[in-house]
């Protein structure tokens, strides 16, 4: 059967009516342009927070309003299918013009079968876009901005048989305009093979092997490089995947994890046992009607997160040496999350979904000295991990979307999130309510 193709057109302003939006979307239906494989989505959206910086305290509301323009492709060629696009954003405040940006977000997927037995898929990813304020370490207002991308390839054989082979790999970076140690460089990799064991169609066994290495640098452009760390982290997962009936679904992983984390400094040592424990991830979707569904999530995962917070002077002893140099950083060691959802269709229309999150953030304090190798008479750095606490982030949210006509729908969403103090992290609060309307162009139309 032929996929017809969608031309999309999404706008929200904030001191513009909706019904200008509608304007925009206004086409012409070309009915021989029913396997049009090129797609374009304008969206244009308005942001109101009540803490844009995550402050406890003096929290500073403001205004957003994003525009986004998306050209994309999805064919399908026989066994091939092609996927790609391309969003670029102008995003403005209302009361901080400072932290206007501009930026853009480019994703591919390819995905075939070779025979009978083998697939397929790779995707490639890269964007630009402003710095989360949501870690609450961040004291500064000025504009910082996000580069990340991401590469990735699986193949799996066996298609149809009770046990298939799969392979994976993929790579991820991150980058800022302006490093500091809240925002440091990141790189990380993932190698994995597993094989899966299905006796029937609703039912699957999986065990696999992944080894992670990743790098941390907080750039020479802050003084801060001798912070600058490699991890590498082994799991060993065991998964499953589960239709219980035809309403119910449930996939889940459990991991046993090593992570051990090096300086890549000279002459510094990391003083640090990294991480050896279980993780993992649960994902249940329930519908017991056509109408309403439920989705309940969970997850343990360690992070390579860390920041630093404090410079002091010490002038306690250290060997024989009076007089050492200390700074303090957080880091993120293990984040355990759950959340839940709830969607209902009220109607063809209207569509209504409630969630709502809670994160708990394990940070670690840890300390860097410089001392003097009494052997070889140089100064040397270590560094110690201390105490540690958890912080809780929790949120809660509500949105609906109304489709008025095939080609145009409307939604508004209001969230709120509450987080705790942790070693480097300030408790804050923070509402946001955000609409935007979505016009939309096809063949079908």
């Not at 993780?279 to 969970?298: F, I, V």
């Not at 110690?384 to 508004?412: I, M």
Request: aromatic share 10%; net charge neutral; hydrophobic share 30%.
């Amino acid at each position: 059967m032929t996929a017809r193709r969608t031309v999309q057109l999404t706008w929200t302003r904030a001191a513009a009516p909706l019904a200008a939006a509608a304007a925009l979307a206004c086409g012409v239906q070309d009915a021989a342009a029913d396997n049009w494989p090129v797609y374009v989505t304008g969206t244009e959206r308005v942001t109101h927070d009540s803490n844009l910086f995550r402050r406890d305290k003096d929290p500073e509301s403001d205004t957003q309003s994003s525009t986004e323009v998306t050209v994309g492709l999805d064919k399908s060629y026989g066994r091939q299918t092609y996927q790609a696009s391309l969003t670029g954003s102008v995003n403005r405040f209302a009361n901080n013009d400072q932290l206007n940006n501009n930026g853009f977000q480019a994703l591919g997927n390819f995905a075939t079968t070779v025979g009978k037995d083998i697939s397929l898929t790779a995707g490639i990813g890269r964007s630009r876009a402003l710095a989360s304020f949501d870690n609450g370490t961040e004291r500064s207002t000025a504009k910082n901005i996000r580069d990340s991308s991401n590469y990735a390839v699986n193949a799996r054989y066996g298609l149809y048989g009770k046990i298939s082979i799969g392979a994976s790999a993929s790579h991820f970076e991150q980058d800022y305009t302006s490093t500091s140690g809240i925002y440091p460089e990141q790189k990380s990799s993932s190698y994995g093979v597993d094989a899966r064991y299905s006796p029937h169609d609703l039912l699957s066994f999986g065990v696999g092997l992944r080894h992670s290495p990743g790098s941390t640098s907080y750039g020479e452009s802050n003084g801060n490089s001798e912070l600058d760390y490699e991890t590498r982290t082994n799991n060993l997962d065991f998964s499953t995947a589960w239709r219980v009936t035809g309403l119910s679904s449930l996939s889940a992983r459990v991991s046993y994890t090593k992570q051990s984390r090096e300086s890549r400094a000279p002459d510094s040592q990391l003083l640090d046992n990294g991480y050896q424990g279980w993780t993992g991830s649960l994902d249940w979707r329930y519908t017991p009607r056509g109408r309403l569904s439920y989705t309940l999530r969970a997850s343990r995962d360690t992070t390579n997160n860390a920041s630093v917070y404090e410079a002091t002077n010490d002038i306690s002893v250290f060997q024989t040496l009076k007089g050492r140099t200390t700074d303090e950083y957080g880091d993120s060691r293990v984040n355990t999350a759950i959340a839940g959802g709830i969607d209902w269709d009220a109607s063809a229309k209207i569509r209504v979904g409630l969630d709502a999150s809670l994160t708990f953030l394990k940070t670690q304090r840890t300390s860097k000295a410089n001392y003097l190798d009494l052997q070889t008479g140089q100064f040397r750095t270590y560094y110690a991990p201390g105490d540690e606490q958890t912080g809780r982030l929790g949120s809660v949210g509500l949105n609906a979307t109304y489709s008025a006509q095939r080609w145009l729908s409307l939604s508004c969403g209001l969230s709120y999130a509450k987080r705790s103090a942790d070693l480097f992290t300030e408790a804050y609060k923070n509402t946001s309510v955000s609409c935007s309307a979505s016009a939309t162009l096809n063949a079908q139309n």
